[in-house]
């Protein structure tokens, strides 16, 4: 019988490169039964790669893995979830034009087979118990993905991922998709995971929350190790400290504000829109940071996209006062030199199958124009080559 306190996988030595990206550089690593590891650092500091190395979603340059005292190379992430390693990716992890239940079972459609077909009514049954199981019961199983919006997604990704029954469950910075409930929920699933003699790894950019959750945490920078802490040893500063590198002061993110001008550059003019808004107003003046904040369904998104153009203002209006412009759609709000990065990038922001170049020359190609309908590569490369050097540092 497996006990806690033993390890359950444990990566030896691993380097991991993207041609000269050094990812992980040498990392050891131990997670154990019955305890929530929490990997913190900053942003690409390894935490996604090592975890995906782990989860069969991609190869090791080098260094060794093994699960249950075996060596462990999983090929893919089916193999890894069928073997007991679950994990909700940082991306969107589930595809919008399916139903909730193909999504749920993707891979593992063998038990609902009736010779050449899908028995959907066992299937949407087993998937509803998968949802129960975790405590969701507002999501309809036989419903379209696409029909749900981002948390509910991600709750549907936890479902699957339970659903396996994980022995090693990873959940990489799933917390900031969701709504109060939404996250209460997830830690109760980590802390039954943990009771019941599974390893948790929990990746989050919270450290309240992490320091609240976690049993032990390891600590990244730049692909290497900095330290492991046991709960006891938990000090925010000393975390971020580690996590930097440096001696880190409450105004390590942005010096204090020297205020901001009179000049109205963005109104809303009590504006409704379909969904979120009735008679909203703000002035942002030049110079000035608007926070905007609430809980998930408080419609703070949708008011980004109505400044932005995206969603419909059925009435009241957004002016960009300077050139006295009302931003009645995106093209509109684009020209005229408003930048908007959505919530749900890897949906709306982002062409995934597309290369990085035709992702950045997507919003040039007036810039980039010959004439008529024709652009030059030359002009539009050397925009992918100007903003990728500029924006990177
Ligand atoms: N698919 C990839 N191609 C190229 N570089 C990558 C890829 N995935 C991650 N990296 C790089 O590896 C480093 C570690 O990234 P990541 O593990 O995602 O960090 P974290 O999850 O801690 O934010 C970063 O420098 C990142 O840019
Ligand atoms: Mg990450």
Not at 209 to 238: P, Q, S
Not at 296 to 316: I, K, N
Not at 352 to 374: C, D, E
């Amino acid at each position: 019988m497996a006990q806690k306190g033993e390890v359950l996988v444990e990566v030896r030595d691993m380097c991991k490169n993207f041609g000269v990206t050094v990812a992980l550089n040498h990392v050891n690593i131990q997670f154990k039964r019955g305890e929530i590891r929490g990997l913190i650092g900053e942003n690409g500091s390894g935490k996604s790669t090592v975890s995906s190395i782990i989860a069969g979603i991609q190869p090791a340059t080098s260094g060794e893995m093994f699960y249950k005292g075996k060596p462990w190379k999983p090929a893919t992430s089916l193999e890894a979830s069928n073997n007991g390693i679950g994990m909700i990716v940082q991306e969107a992890g589930t595809i919008p034009g399916i139903t909730v239940a193909e999504n749920i079972f993707l891979g593992n459609y063998k038990p609902f087979k009736k010779g050449p077909f899908v028995d959907r009514g066992k299937m949407n049954a087993a998937a509803g118990a998968a949802l129960e199981k975790v405590g969701i019961t507002n999501i309809n199983p036989a419903f379209p993905t696409s029909r749900y919006d981002m948390q509910e997604r991600k709750l549907i990704e936890i479902a699957k991922v339970m659903a396996g029954d994980p022995e090693l469950f990873i959940v990489d910075e799933t917390t900031t998709a969701l709504s109060h409930s939404g996250r209460e929920l997830l830690y109760q699933i980590m802390h039954k995971a943990a009771d019941d003699g599974k390893a948790v790894v929990f990746i989050s950019h919270d450290l309240a929350e992490l320091m609240e959750h976690c049993d032990t945490l390891t600590i990244l920078r730049d692909g290497v190790i900095i330290d492991n802490l046991e709960k006891k040893e938990f000090e925010a500063n000393d975390i971020k400290h580690k996590m930097v590198g440096r001696e880190v002061k409450d105004n390590y993110y942005r010096s204090d504000s020297d205020g901001y001008g009179d000049e109205v550059v963005l109104k809303a003019d009590c504006i409704t829109t379909m969904n979120d808004l009735l008679c909203f107003s703000l002035e942002l003046h030049r110079g000035e940071i608007l926070g905007i904040g609430g809980l998930s369904e408080c419609g703070m998104h949708g008011l980004g996209r109505a400044l932005y153009g995206l969603d419909e203002v059925v009435d009241g209006q957004v002016v960009l006062t300077k050139d006295n412009v009302v931003v009645k759609n995106a093209e509109t709000a684009f020209r005229h030199k408003m930048g908007y990065v959505s919530k749900n990038r890897d949906q709306e922001s982002l062409e995934l199958n597309a290369s990085i170049g035709a992702n950045i020359q997507s919003v040039g190609y007036r810039k980039n124009r010959i004439f008529g309908p024709f652009i030059s590569g030359r002009k539009c490369s050397c925009t992918v080559k100007k903003q990728a050097t500029e924006n990177n540092r």
